[in-house]
């Protein structure tokens, strides 16, 4: 609200000359139980008038009434101006900005940004941790494009390392020739299945070897499963051609499982990274930092970059015997990420296990004086949690996201036909419809909590044609939509309305005006959670606003005509909003 701003500073300015910035101005929505739209609070403006709260209060908002247009009355409750704005000025809005088609979108701002997420194993297949990562990722670039930036989305691929050597070894010597088309499995399941074979036989052998007397240290370490997978990493690396043909034929039954699950999912990605092409990177910024002093040596020759200074510690950039660690592959993909696509922000969508990591990546390209390390920022989320306890990979316990997807549809499938909402649905519309709402549930969800919080996801409780889910958003697009269809005209234009609005359509108007603001926001804040609520209280108020005011029964044409068109622009806006989140929304249910 530009124009309370400046009037409030005029206002400042006229009775008690003074001067004030804009930014000086604390504006908050009206609390639901006063009358008005937007309150100033007057507490930090006391100190210019020199008068109470109140009549501080008082003085701004008789100001504001006279001089502007868009005020219609004011009240104060202690500390707080609450204004009115005028009906005039909101249908003014309504009919210039929000029954717009493009109302909400942004125009490019030359910017250009890169949102790295999903980064799987090809050991295994996504779990709900990944999908977590992937729906956040998804809809942060969603988010950031509707706001303006042209935006790169990438997925570094984890495809080597022991992991994936484990997986690899126990298929050769437990896997008699199975494939993804011998055995029926998708070619993540059947890869990931082996892996668990890996650490089942692994377990066996440490307790044999610990039944002859070794320690369980020892035994870990002599296990003849691990040092044949260590033996087997070590080829390739070396280049192995039987160990290289066996790792691209597994890799590729992977990505060909991963892909099936984007796409149920609704994720994509603009580019691939893999780590057998990027683990040898970042030797040479290891060189430049030696160079610069950047890094030290110590005597068994590894590269140590001392931050103790920063309030942390020590840390291993590149081993004695010049093999990379994690970070010397960071750096170096950091790097090329910059030159590939000159990025002035890349997010790195990681959960918040590797806080440390991303802290100290960060840091360390600032001191290599890499000029666009400013942009780097890592997107924290917490770790989901289910009902039934943590997930374990290696044990097989994980919520495999397949087997979670098709649980959600299949409750979203039970719960629509208890409620009896695919009257009049052909048979391929209702599985439609139960994928559209059990993966709706599923996503916002995840996305409505703030990406840094733990949740705990219970699948029973998001698919709820009531509560504050998916669904609830779903149906009432689907209700709007039906109000829509239901009239005998689509022309809903109007000169004026020839009555008050209502409070519930005062409430819908302003709704729907923060829409822009709610985008800028969650771009700035990386937070579909923004969205998400914002979304959920328009489809309250919506809902409030149908139940107190007749749409289609109302005589007077004119006043007709704006109901529907408030219908349409929040049908709109509702759709805009869960497409963000990379939630479909039903024309019918």
């Avoid at 979108?105 to 799987?120: A, D, L, R, T, W």
Wanted: hydrophobic share 35%; glycine share 8%; aromatic share 10%.
């Amino acid at each position: 609200m530009d124009f309370i701003l400046k009037g409030t500073v005029e206002a400042v300015k006229a009775l008690y000359n003074t001067e004030i910035k804009e930014s000086d101005i604390a504006l908050q929505e009206t609390r639901k139980e006063f009358d008005g739209e937007i309150t100033v609070v007057t507490f930090p403006l006391t100190r210019l008038s020199r008068k109470t709260p109140e009549q501080t209060g008082n003085e701004i908002g008789e100001y504001l009434v006279s001089h502007l247009s868009e005020v219609a009355g004011f009240s104060v409750i202690k500390g707080f101006l609450n204004i009115v704005l005028s009906e005039e000025f909101l249908l003014k809005i309504f009919k210039e900005q929000l029954v717009k088609e493009n109302f909400g979108e942004g125009q490019p701002n030359g910017k250009k940004v890169m949102v790295e997420y999903s980064s799987p194993n090809t050991n295994k297949p996504l779990h709900l941790g990944h999908v977590r990562n992937n729906l956040l990722g998804f809809s942060v670039a969603e988010i950031l494009s509707a706001e303006g930036f042209e935006v790169v989305k990438a997925n570094l691929v984890n495809d080597r390392g022991i992991h994936i050597c484990k997986s690899m070894l126990a298929w050769q010597k437990f896997g008699q020739g199975e494939t993804p088309e011998s055995t029926g499995l998708k070619g993540d399941k059947l890869v990931g299945n082996y892996y668990v074979i890996f650490d089942k036989e692994y377990k066996k052998e440490i307790e044999e070897l610990k039944a002859q007397g070794q320690s369980e240290e020892d035994a870990k370490k002599n296990a003849p499963l691990i040092n044949e997978a260590r033996q087997m990493l070590q080829k390739w690396e070396a280049g192995d051609e039987g160990v290289i043909s066996l790792w691209k034929t597994m890799n590729s039954w992977v990505y060909a499982g991963f892909d099936e699950t984007y796409n149920k999912l609704g994720v994509s990605f603009d580019k691939y990274y893999y780590e057998s092409d990027t683990y040898l990177l970042g030797k040479d910024i290891i060189e430049e930092g030696l160079e610069k002093g950047v890094f030290f040596k110590k005597e068994d020759n590894s590269v140590w970059i001392d931050l103790t200074t920063e309030g942390l510690d020590e840390k291993l950039v590149l081993r004695g015997d010049g093999t990379s660690v994690y970070i010397t592959q960071d750096l170096g993909t950091a790097e090329l990420k910059y030159k590939d696509f000159n990025v002035e922000e890349s997010i790195y969508v990681v959960g918040n296990e590797q806080d440390y990591h991303f802290k100290v990546l960060f840091l360390i390209l600032d001191k290599l004086g890499k000029s666009w390390a400013k942009g780097l920022y890592h997107l924290s989320y917490g770790m989901v949690d289910l009902p039934s306890g943590k997930m374990k990979s290696r044990e097989g316990t994980v919520v495999d996201a397949d087997d979670l997807i098709r649980e959600m549809v299949d409750t979203a499938r039970k719960r629509t036909e208890e409620l009896g909402k695919t009257e009049g649905f052909s048979d391929a519309e209702k599985e439609h419809l139960y994928n559209m709402i059990g993966l709706g549930a599923l996503k916002y969800f995840l996305l409505k909590v703030e990406p840094k919080k733990r949740l705990l996801f219970d699948p029973n409780e998001s698919i709820d044609f009531q509560g504050h889910t998916g669904p609830f958003i779903q149906y009432t697009h689907a209700r709007i939509r039906s109000v829509i269809n239901k009239a005998s005209h689509k022309d809903f234009s109007f000169s004026e309305i020839g009555s008050s609005l209502s409070s519930s359509e005062r409430e819908l108007v302003m709704s729907l005006y923060k829409y822009p603001e709610v985008i800028s926001a969650a771009a700035k804040e990386h937070s579909p959670a923004l969205v998400a609520n914002y979304t959920y209280e328009l489809a309250k108020l919506y809902n409030k606003f149908y139940h107190e005011e007749p749409i289609l029964k109302v005589e007077e044409q004119q006043l007709m005509n704006f109901r529907l068109a408030l219908s349409q622009s929040t049908a709109s806006v509702i759709k805009k909003s869960m497409k963000l989140l990379g939630i479909e929304v039903p024309e019918k249910m």
